[in-house]
């Protein structure tokens, strides 16, 4: 996917005009295991680059979910409510997390593209 | 029955466990200098050839789940059959003269009727100290063999064990002593269909009232087999000779109907069974009272006293403790863990939540904490502070999913 960017974090943007999907990453949603509870923010919310934007959960564990741009909250995925294993089944598809409308571009460009994610996650192993 | 597992840790999605000290030289450097080396129980190997992630536990390393995940591996309990690696937990015998010695030495130490324990036999108990809070928690077998009489059994928490045995044999009188059984594994099979699978091993053992005890054997290798557990469901407790645990372990896999279970559902179930974790919801600052483990201190023990912090329990008893411990079921779906803030309606803390996640048979979050008395009924409306936000919540009963242990049919209605 030539428009999906990467974090550190192990989340992923995928940026259409300047509304961004962010989810987590299948490597995330590996070490994850079962995701049982989706916290998602308020539409309106302001995040900024690097701040909260949601709360995954699994049995054992709750992780914070990073904003990899900063922007508005102007969609959130209500699925994930009734079926948050759709996080697992299809993360980088219908198990998207939350949609942001972005201001500044640039932070988006210097994300990590695909190949440069696969190539820090063999540095973490 | 407690042990204590896995802390819950809240970690960027993705980080695996181990990479705190960061990465590259200093990593190394850091882990040379700090970390003694894990230890392994008999079954290691096999959870490693079975694909387990692996976890450092009260000194060991033990599988927190195998591939399947602890959703399934909790589902599949409850559906069929799981089995457990709890050879990391503390076995020991106590050996005196007769039982009402060896019992009495105990109930030096511990608030149950450890005198009135029939053969063949379990109960539950606590280790106390001077002020009445609780050291561990612990399982107490007597032997069903009049050749054993003397001889009591000894299942402690693996993160206490070291410190437990040197309590007890601190405080044993001349004629007892305690005979550490390192040499020993523990296997725990449960689930509904734990009772057909260990039938198909060995002898006698599918009529085992619950809580009973017996000598049997697995396949000919001989075997002490309990039937108890820490899920709430049908099963046992196999003790056998470190030689022998792969080979049982193996025969165990083998069966269509069972599956491994690591330590993350093992407290998924445990916490749906309303049953204590030490070190979480039980220390060293509670006493059984406040724990709601009165039922384990049988009536002559607190009539007669004679263990520490007796007169902690009998206060409390007659004049309530300060705080109880309670199960709790969030309104929503979010999960209150470890730690969050129970507050009254008005925003007062009243208490704190000790234990908490999601339950995968119950299919929502739940918890245990301690609040105080006055709000302690099952039913009262509490806050949860998650996240800086106060979620509503309820008292609940516990267990949260109805216990199945075995009761043999009596033939009456």
């Known amino acids: 996917m030539s428009d999906t960017k990467f974090t550190k974090d192990h989340e992923y943007v995928r940026l259409e005009g300047d509304t961004a999907t962010v989810g987590i990453t299948d490597h995330a949603q590996s070490q994850l295991g079962d995701v049982v509870y989706v916290g998602l923010p308020e539409i309106g919310k302001a995040v900024s680059q690097g701040g909260e934007a949601a709360v995954v959960e699994s049995v054992k564990a709750a992780s914070d979910v990073f904003a990899p741009v900063s922007g508005e909250v102007v969609a959130v995925n209500a699925e994930l409510e009734g079926a948050p294993s759709t996080v697992n089944e299809d993360p980088l598809g219908k198990g998207w997390f939350l949609k942001i409308k972005v201001k500044d571009t640039s932070e988006f460009d210097k994300l990590m593209s695909e190949a440069e994610y696969q190539d820090y996650l063999k540095t973490l192993s | ?413």
């Not at chain 2, 960027?12 to 960061?22: E, K, W």
Request: aromatic share 6%; net charge negative; glycine share 10%.
């Open chain 2, 1 to 413: 029955m407690a042990e204590t597992t896995v802390e819950s840790t809240v970690q960027t999605a993705g980080q695996s466990a181990g990479q705190a000290a960061g990465e590259g030289p200093a990593r190394e450097a850091a882990v040379a200098a700090e970390v003694p080396a894990l230890k392994s129980t008999p079954l290691h190997g096999a959870h490693v050839a079975l694909g387990a992630r692996m976890v450092p536990f009260a000194g060991y390393e033990m599988p927190v789940q195998y591939p399947t995940g602890i959703l399934a591996e909790h589902l599949h309990t409850r559906a069929s059959a799981g089995i457990f690696d709890v050879s990391h937990m503390g076995q020991a015998f106590l050996m005196g003269s007769d039982h009402a010695t060896t019992a009495r030495a105990l109930e030096s130490l511990v608030p149950a009727d450890i005198l009135n324990l029939a053969p063949g036999r379990q109960r539950y108990t606590q280790l106390l100290n001077e002020e009445g809070g609780i050291l561990d928690d612990l399982m107490v077998t007597r032997p069903s063999e009049e050749a054993e009489d003397g001889v009591l059994m000894l299942i402690v928490n693996a993160a206490c064990k070291d410190r437990d045995f040197a309590h007890i044999e601190a405080r044993l009188p001349q004629g007892v002593r305690l005979m550490r059984a390192d040499h020993r594994a523990l296997v725990a099979l449960q689930g509904p269909k734990s009772a057909e699978v260990l039938a198909r091993h060995g002898e006698g053992v599918a009529e085992m009232p619950f809580m009973s005890a017996r000598t049997t054997h697995f396949d000919g290798l001989a075997c002490h087999v309990s039937r108890s557990g820490y899920t709430g469901e049908d099963g046992y407790e196999i003790s056998i000779k470190s030689a022998h645990a792969v080979a049982i372990w193996s025969a165990l896999l083998r069966d269509g109907a069972v599956k491994p279970i690591g330590l993350g559902a093992r407290d998924s179930l445990r916490l749906e069974a309303g049953l204590c974790l030490y070190g979480h919801d039980i220390d060293a600052t509670t006493s059984p009272v406040e724990a709601a483990l009165t039922w384990s201190v049988q009536k002559r023990r607190r009539e007669e006293g004679g263990f520490p912090g007796a007169q902690r329990l009998q206060r409390e008893l007659a004049e309530a403790p300060a705080r109880k411990r309670v199960g709790i079921l969030p309104d929503g779906k979010a999960p209150a863990r470890e730690g969050t803030e129970i507050q009254a309606k008005d925003g007062r803390k009243i208490g704190t939540v000790t234990s908490g996640g999601f339950g995968p048979t119950l299919g929502g979050p739940l918890a245990m904490g301690y609040v105080e008395t006055s709000f302690a009924a099952i039913g009262t409306e509490i806050d949860l502070l998650v996240r800086g936000k106060p979620l509503p919540a309820k008292v609940a009963s516990m267990p949260f999913v109805p216990n199945r242990y075995f009761r043999p049919p009596t033939g009456a209605t």
